[in-house]
């Protein structure tokens, strides 16, 4: 199973930036799929999660500027960006839980997006 991450880049504070993620292999479920973040000097923190029925979690510092969604045929995590600050630059990753279709389970993570928010 690989992750593909995309969507990063420069945007001004107030901006808003969309990334996406899309998964491939063997993949039977893909049972959670999340946004992480690091930034330099920072250990590695959740920013949203959302299982395959919906049902997302976001970190308090980005509860109600950022949305977090997944397309099931696709296999694709999306995170839509709003309201930006300075303190949101991080290289983002996204990362994938489930099962292959040998039924072993994985914990994949792709390879990350710099997000920079700065005037």
């Known amino acids: 199973v690989q992750l593909q991450a995309s969507g990063g880049g420069l945007v001004q504070p107030g901006g808003s930036l969309r990334l996406s993620c899309a998964a491939s292999?063997?993949?039977?479920?893909?049972?959670?799929m999340g946004w992480y973040r690091q930034a330099p000097g920072n250990q590695r923190e959740l920013v949203a999660s959302i299982t395959s029925g919906g049902s997302a979690n976001y970190a308090d510092s980005v509860k109600g500027r950022f949305s977090i969604s997944r397309d099931n045929a696709k296999n694709t995590l999306y995170l839509q960006m709003n309201s930006l600050k300075p303190e949101d630059t991080a290289v983002y990753f996204c990362?994938?839980?489930?099962?292959?279709?040998?039924?072993?389970?994985?914990?994949?993570w792709g390879q990350g997006t710099l997000v920079t928010v700065s005037s």
């Open positions: 292999g063997s993949i039977f479920t893909i049972n959670v």
């Open positions: 990362n994938a839980k489930g099962r292959t279709t040998a039924w072993s389970p994985y914990d994949r």
